[in-house]
């Protein structure tokens, strides 16, 4: 969860401070931008990628390294649900700092709270109108995919997708 909340809170700090960046502009983001039509090829890119001879085992055997026999795994799946499905959680959780006023974490940095505190009990508590947004918004897409079980999966493990 700390990942999603380091991509959403730094594109609010961005925005907040009048950078020209915002969260599109962020590095490793320019998939939010792509829409809902883009997931086949997305899955189909990480099987490209994982594959046997795909680009990681050829970098990895170049290196001398042990290769990786990660697809039709549920790793895999895995990592191709996380990477689809991600700006879905992303994106509610930065709405929802964006919003949040600095001068009550600057307030709570104030009274002595360490940044830890201050997470658990100031941000956090206020976000999490973002996070069940962004938790409904994951879940109803997840269910119904069945193309990253098919093609990073193998056909081999069934997800609720499929059954549908």
């Not at 709405?95 to 830890?116: C, H, N, S, Y």
Request: overall charge positive.
């Amino acid at each position: 969860m700390g990942g999603r909340y380091f991509v959403a809170q730094t594109g609010a700090l961005w925005k907040k401070q009048g950078c020209a960046a915002s969260l599109s502009y962020a590095p490793g983001t320019d998939f939010m931008l792509a829409g809902e039509g883009k997931n086949l090829l997305r899955t189909l890119a990480w099987q490209t990628l994982l594959e046997k001879t795909g680009v990681i085992n050829s970098v990895l055997s170049f290196l001398h390294l042990p290769q990786l026999d990660i697809i039709n795994t549920p790793a895999a799946i895995v990592l191709g649900m996380v990477y689809n499905f991600l700006p879905f959680m992303v994106l509610p959780i930065y709405t929802v700092l964006i919003k949040l006023d600095p001068k009550i974490i600057e307030a709570a940095q104030d009274l002595g709270a360490p940044m830890r505190i201050v997470f658990q009990r100031v941000i956090f508590p206020l976000s999490l109108p973002g996070v069940i947004s962004g938790i409904t918004m994951v879940f109803v897409p997840s269910v119904s995919t069945f193309v990253i079980s098919k093609l990073l999966g193998g056909g081999k493990y069934m997800l609720i997708g499929d059954l549908i």
